[in-house]
């Protein structure tokens, strides 16, 4: 209800998901209809395509198929809500049900999680569904429901792409137990033949995803989609996935402030960065998940796990624009997430650190709406 009645007049716009499944449902991968202002497109033999993968369609499939007008955005809302039911439900594998409970509201209302569910646009929209399947999978890993667990990590691969690099996380759990580790592969092995076939009937090419094509597109414009070309107007875009990057991304994930006007001394106006924000200010609980030493096990196999995961993320052109924090940590967050559930204690600074998360978020969350974005 709070996702709902936050945004309860959303724009409804950049919904390119709700577009492919809509052609997918017609037999087809290409998108005739996509509107022209739309970012992250591309032509190819005349055709419109969209270089995501098709996860995000394959969830919204059944709702476009029951609810005649339903948006993007309204299922958006419904799988955040869901989502940090689940989060709740593999919380408990780790901690009391109490503590769970507050991981769970610190995730679903102080994180990037809650702008990301709330807005429901494209970009945003593929983090909120892979956390549902990447959820699920982990609470089949924990149940020993290996075949599930694979068949869902599966469809998380193919929302975000990223995440097939979450493999490592079912290897280091279970390269000592063959057998559940082949009932994870027989189910993950979904992924293969629906990717391959999605890019090759869009481009002939089973290998072929189409973010080169969006990415020259990014290099050939003068506009700034980061930060360092606000600092700096002169310097130009780095490559797709360039290690030069990767300060760009430490930058926003950890310490990038709002943007401030101090005139006098005093706060004339305070407002968050389209170009994100730092856990420092928006989510400083997950600094808990972050601190060395972990312990052999299963910490070190969810931090491996994170930084493995985050490193497609940190080298990527944009650091996640616009947005309300740093939405690329939702690749991630999960497996953070059980971290903070084996460390969490419900002391005083812990309490007022989800606290304080939650008031930055809901004042993120309203900015942004009230910034258009």
Not at 103 to 109: C, E, N, R
Not at 181 to 201: C, E, K, Q, R, T
Not at 298 to 312: F, G, K, R
Not at 323 to 349: E, H, P
């Amino acid at each position: 209800m709070i996702y709902k009645n936050i945004y309860p007049e959303p724009r409804n716009w950049y919904d390119h998901y709700l577009y492919l499944t809509k052609s997918i449902l017609q037999g087809r991968v290409d998108i005739p209809d996509l509107p022209q202002f739309y970012h992250d497109k591309l032509e190819f033999e005349g055709k419109t395509y969209i270089p995501f993968p098709p996860g995000a369609s394959i969830l919204l499939t059944p709702f476009v198929l029951i609810f005649k007008g339903i948006t993007q955005q309204q299922v958006s809302i419904l799988v955040g809500a869901i989502d940090i039911s689940l989060i709740y439900l593999l919380l408990t594998s780790f901690t009391s049900k109490r503590n769970s409970i507050l991981l769970s509201v610190f995730l679903g209302f102080g994180t990037s999680f809650f702008w990301s569910a709330v807005v429901g646009t494209t970009w945003f929209f593929a983090h909120i569904v892979a956390i549902f399947f990447i959820t699920l999978s982990l609470i089949f890993h924990f149940k020993k429901f290996d075949f599930w667990s694979g068949i869902f990590f599966a469809l998380g691969a193919l929302t975000r792409m990223s995440l097939i690099l979450a493999g490592i996380f079912y290897l280091l759990q279970l390269w000592r137990k063959k057998k559940r580790f082949m009932f994870f592969l027989l189910g993950a092995f979904v992924f293969v033949p629906i990717i391959l076939s999605y890019d090759y009937l869009r481009f002939g090419n089973p290998f072929r995803t189409g973010y080169n094509e969006v990415y020259l597109q990014y290099a050939g414009s003068d506009y700034p989609y980061t930060i360092r070309q606000i600092i700096n107007p002169k310097s130009s875009l780095f490559g797709y996935f360039d290690i030069k990057n990767v300060g760009l991304h430490l930058y926003t994930f950890l310490v990038m402030p709002p943007n401030v006007k101090i005139d006098g001394g005093i706060v004339k106006d305070l407002k968050p960065s389209p170009f994100g924000m730092g856990i420092l200010f928006t989510s400083p609980l997950l600094f808990l998940a972050l601190r060395p030493k972990f312990k052999p096990g299963l910490e070190s196999n969810l931090i491996i796990t994170s930084i493995i995961c985050a490193i497609p993320s940190f080298l990527h052109i944009m650091q996640g624009w616009v947005q309300f924090g740093y939405r690329f940590v939702l690749d991630f967050i999960v497996f953070l997430m059980i971290i903070l559930a084996l460390r969490f204690k419900s002391t005083k600074l812990n309490l007022l650190l989800i606290l304080i998360s939650v008031i930055v978020n809901f004042w993120g969350v309203i900015w942004a709406i009230n910034l258009g974005w």
